[in-house]
């Protein structure tokens, strides 16, 4: 599992402290951005987030049909408290989504997740999403990406980060280039409170 939750870091696994260091570093305006120049969703737009951590995006998204999950049973608690009524939510290992598979969704969001998986991983996740995706519907992630240019601060939190696969975009988009035929792949530096390397894929049904 690429995915530490032990020692200094456990302390993230609570939602409380999460979101602070989400906040901190600058998330709430990067899930913004994420939204409007990537997804982009329409109105009633069915949304399902995979690894939707204590459901943040619904701080975002509004006038969407929203369905979370995420395998850390209390950020979805958490998340079933603070956004009852304005989405579901469900623990769900994103390696195999516990869903009815009737459910189909226009967009998938994997919003800093496939870093916490090894390869094998990302391979099942990106193959059990599509068959929730409608016919024409998009995944789009983002993550954290190695670049020869990180910054030395850059750098300090990749070696950090709970997520132990932090891959080059390139690595990114060929592991999704075996599920899905059309992948488009962004680099960008500007989404935190400081420069920091996230690669966006946008992949197409
Ligand atoms: C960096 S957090 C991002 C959370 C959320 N997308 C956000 O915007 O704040 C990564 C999330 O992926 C979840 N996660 C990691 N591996 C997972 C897996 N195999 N199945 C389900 N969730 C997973 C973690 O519990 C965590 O909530």
Redesign the pocket.
Same mark, same amino acid.
């Given at each position: +599992?690429g995915?530490v939750s032990t020692g200094i870091r456990r302390v993230l696994e609570h939602p409380f402290f999460y979101e602070a260091l989400?906040t901190a570093v600058g998330?709430k305006v990067a899930?913004r951005m994420v939204i409007d120049e990537y997804v982009r969703p329409e109105k009633n737009s069915m949304i399902l %987030?995979?690894?939707?951590?204590?459901g943040? +995006?619904l701080e975002i998204l509004s006038d969407v049909e929203y369905v979370g999950? %995420?395998?850390?049973e209390s !950020?979805i608690e958490s998340a079933r408290e603070l956004y009852a009524g304005k989405g579901k939510f469900f623990v769900?290992?994103?390696?195999s989504i516990d869903l009815p598979e009737d459910e189909q969704f226009d967009i998938i969001l994997a !919003?800093?997740?496939m870093h916490? +998986?090894e390869d094998e991983?990302v391979i099942q996740l990106l193959d059990s999403s599509k068959k929730f995706l409608k016919k024409g519907g998009r995944l789009i992630s983002m993550d954290p990406c190695l670049v020869l240019d990180a910054t030395l601060f850059a750098k300090i939190l990749i070696k950090f980060d709970?997520?132990t696969s932090i891959r080059s975009a390139e690595d990114y988009s060929s592991l999704a280039k075996k599920s899905f035929e059309k992948v488009e792949s962004n680099v960008r530096y500007d989404l935190l409170n400081f420069t920091y390397p996230h690669c966006i894929l946008s992949c197409f049904k």
């Open positions: +599992m995915h989400q998330h899930r %987030d995979i690894g939707c951590g204590p943040k +995006m999950v %995420d395998f850390n !950020y769900s290992n994103a390696t !919003y800093n997740l916490h +998986m991983e709970r997520g």
